[in-house]
């Protein structure tokens, strides 16, 4: 189970790649302590290695994941309105009732791709639903946000891609202005009461939901399904009843954002090796959780495990603001796949497929047949 990082963690904790010009950190103690310390390691540059892809030129634009303090912390009080727990949790019947219909057409037939079919789909309608988006345009969503999850490991997105992502943007423009006119009481009404919030800064916060939210919470459910099959003993447990465990342990195992980049503000030290600033550094999310020494027997899957420590979903001022939602989606269709489903299911191992995203890891493509 992930051999690099485990020899990564062994012989060279602090991992320098100088061709490509980035420092990597992998085990549990160093990952953690580099997320919170925030003014070491500063998120100015965005979380994707490649520091071109969200440089300082769209800072500012592209969103709050790429800020630091004050204006992080200031972005951050604003939109965290809109992510409280009692909206949060009002959000389960809409859960429940999307992830039914889309459980209910893949049974319809004994084969269906649950990476496709149910996972991709459930976290898109739900931050659909969350931006004020009619069921109706659904649709529409998933086809202008696909650039978002088909992009390169570099972020490249083809021109069709970019077409749709404007597109998406202008329906943005269209919800923004309603609420404007006519505040209701949602997310984005939320968002246009904050006076120093310009449009611009509105538009770039809903995109960072997809691209935050939707693509790691849909590898959160690909994964929780693929391991569960792997592992029989766990399988029945998980179909047991354990589905809060079930989740936990698979955000441990399969971390769905394996990674997340800073920039380092001034000279350190790392293992007797001085790291000088403005230094590249990749945070190891997806190996932090399989440290041996936090977590005795990392490389099996186990739903009675301690899973406390686990970072996946980051640590600091920017641990993820979606943490209480994605856990909500997953449980609620976890729960409700168990009741649909009988555990006797089987994956086509071979057809499965990969995104190449740099810091997310997950399934885009599961086959499932079902008896
Ligand atoms: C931040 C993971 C679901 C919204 C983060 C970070 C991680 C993460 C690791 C920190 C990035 C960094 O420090 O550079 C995950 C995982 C998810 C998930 C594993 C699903 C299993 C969601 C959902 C939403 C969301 C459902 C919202 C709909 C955000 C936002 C941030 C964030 C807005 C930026 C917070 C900030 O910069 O202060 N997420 N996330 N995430 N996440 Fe999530």
Partial sequence: PYPVYARMRAEAPLYHNPGLGFWALSRHADVSAALIDSELLSSDHGPMLDPGAWGPHVRGYLSFVAMDPPQHTRMRATVSRGFTARRVAALEPMIRQIVRGHIERALEHGTFDFARDIAARLPLDVIAELVGVPPSDRADIRRDSGALFDAGPAGAMSEEGVKGLLSLGGYYRTIIAERRAAPRDDLVSVLVADDELTDDDIVAFLFLLIGAGAE????????????????????????????????????????????????????????????????????????????????????????????????????????????????????????????????????????????????????????????
């Fill in 216 to 371: 790691t919470t849909a590898h959160l459910l690909s994964a929780a399904w693929y391991w569960a099959w792997r592992n029989p003993g766990q399988r029945a447990a998980a179909f047991g009843g354990a589905i809060d465990r079930w989740t936990e342990e698979t955000l441990r195992y399969d971390a769905p954002a394996h990674g997340t980049a800073r920039r380092l503000t001034r000279e350190t030290e790392w293992y007797g090796v001085r790291v000088p600033a403005d230094a590249r550094m990749w945070l190891l999310i997806g190996s932090a959780n399989r440290d041996e020494s936090v977590f005795p027997d990392a490389g099996v899957y186990d739903l009675t495990r301690d899973t406390r420590r686990a970072i996946s979903f980051g640590a600091g001022r920017h641990f993820c603001l979606g943490a209480p939602l994605a856990r909500l989606e997953a449980r609620v269709a976890l729960e409700e796949l168990t009741r649909a489903v009988t555990p006797d299911y089987d994956i086509d191992e071979s057809g499965i497929r990969r995104t190449a995203h740099g810091n997310v890891r997950g399934m885009v493509s599961l086959p499932t047949s079902v008896k």
